[in-house]
């Protein structure tokens, strides 16, 4: 059963932490591993080749993000929005597919790794930007050839905004999510949605360090994976392809699976 966590206490080593990335110099010879432990909290591990020390997530060659561009075809040339970066690992992916991209991330720590990460590997033809990439949506903006949206669907307090605001820029997403998938567990409450009742679900995150991932505020609410399709084809998603979690559940309890979904009138 979800249940609320209602423990939000700010861990006072992420404070030193945090504290310590504006303090001091380096005395070091000048080196990228240097850039990266001036930042606490890394979740990402650099290509073994680098021989770099970060974090231990392989997201740098995701299966995910593989399938994501083999659905879509070729990314050269195309413009790609990213939601969410983390570290950039995945936007390096894109970029060296060929994409221009824009990619917006609200975390602050964060949007620092990303921009270490773009020092150390170098990419081209990326802006990060520091912000709510819900804003960033709904504001006057440029269309995009593609949406990638890995891992924020369920950090969402309201995650049928964000769908219809990505829907709005772009005929194409890809989007990696934690969803509820047991209909024997009950819901929060139902939202009405083009004629459909979404079920959400409260979620609380309870505590939080530097190496947090998870959204701007706490008690998002998660969707069913039934309602995230019919969300998906109410929009006007008609080409829709489904990958059950090809790297195992996060936190190795939650159900997860990725989505890619186009409007088959756009294709060519």
Same mark, same amino acid.
């Given at each position: 059963?979800?249940?609320?966590?209602?423990?939000?206490?700010?861990?006072?080593?992420?404070?030193?932490?945090?504290?310590?990335?504006?303090? #001091?110099?380096?005395?070091?010879?000048?080196?990228? %591993?240097?850039?990266?432990?001036?930042?606490?909290?890394?979740?990402?591990?650099?290509?073994?080749? +680098?021989?770099?020390?970060?974090?231990?997530?392989?997201?740098?060659?995701?299966?995910?993000?593989?399938?994501?561009?083999?659905?879509?075809?070729?990314?050269?040339?195309?413009?790609?929005?990213? /939601?969410?970066?983390?570290?950039?690992?995945?936007?390096?992916?894109?970029?060296?597919?060929?994409?221009?991209?824009?990619?917006? @991330?609200?975390?602050?720590?964060?949007?620092?790794?990303?921009?270490?990460?773009?020092?150390? /590997?170098?990419?081209?033809?990326?802006?990060?930007? +520091?912000?709510?990439?819900?804003?960033?949506?709904? %504001?006057?903006?440029?269309?995009?050839?593609?949406?990638?949206?890995?891992?924020?669907?369920?950090?969402?307090? @309201?995650?049928?905004?964000? /769908?219809?605001?990505?829907?709005?820029?772009?005929?194409?997403?890809?989007?990696?999510?934690? !969803?509820?998938?047991?209909?024997?567990?009950?819901?929060?409450?139902? %939202?009405?949605?083009?004629?459909?009742?979404?079920?959400?679900?409260?979620?609380?995150?309870?505590?939080?360090?530097?190496?947090?991932?998870? #959204?701007? !505020?706490?008690?998002?609410?998660? !969707?069913?994976?039934?309602?995230? +399709?019919?969300?998906?084809?109410?929009?006007?998603?008609?080409?829709?392809?489904?990958?059950?979690?090809?790297?195992?559940?996060?936190?190795?309890? +939650?159900?997860?699976?990725?989505?890619?979904?186009?409007?088959?009138?756009?294709? #060519?």
């Amino acid at each position: 059963m979800l249940r609320r966590n209602w423990f939000r206490r700010r861990p006072r080593s992420e404070e030193v932490a945090v504290a310590s990335l504006f303090s #001091g110099e380096e005395t070091r010879s000048p080196s990228h %591993q240097n850039a990266i432990d001036a930042i606490p909290g890394w979740n990402c591990h650099f290509p073994v080749e +680098l021989g770099l020390t970060a974090g231990r997530l392989p997201a740098f060659d995701d299966p995910r993000i593989t399938w994501c561009i083999e659905r879509y075809g070729d990314l050269t040339g195309r413009r790609v929005l990213e /939601l969410g970066p983390l570290e950039g690992a995945h936007t390096y992916m894109l970029a060296k597919a060929g994409a221009h991209i824009d990619a917006v @991330e609200a975390n602050r720590l964060a949007f620092l790794k990303c921009l270490v990460t773009r020092e150390v /590997l170098d990419f081209p033809d990326t802006r990060f930007y +520091l912000g709510d990439f819900v804003q960033w949506l709904e %504001q006057a903006g440029p269309r995009y050839d593609l949406v990638v949206a890995s891992g924020v669907l369920y950090h969402m307090r @309201e995650p049928l905004r964000l /769908l219809r605001a990505l829907s709005e820029r772009a005929d194409a997403i890809y989007l990696w999510t934690v !969803m509820v998938d047991d209909d024997q567990v009950p819901h929060t409450f139902t %939202q009405k949605f083009e004629n459909l009742d979404v079920r959400h679900y409260a979620r609380g995150y309870g505590d939080r360090s530097v190496a947090f991932c998870g #959204g701007a !505020m706490d008690f998002p609410n998660w !969707m069913h994976r039934d309602d995230i +399709l019919a969300v998906l084809a109410a929009l006007g998603y008609d080409d829709v392809t489904v990958l059950n979690d090809i790297i195992g559940t996060a936190g190795n309890v +939650l159900p997860t699976f990725s989505v890619f979904a186009r409007r088959s009138a756009s294709v #060519g």
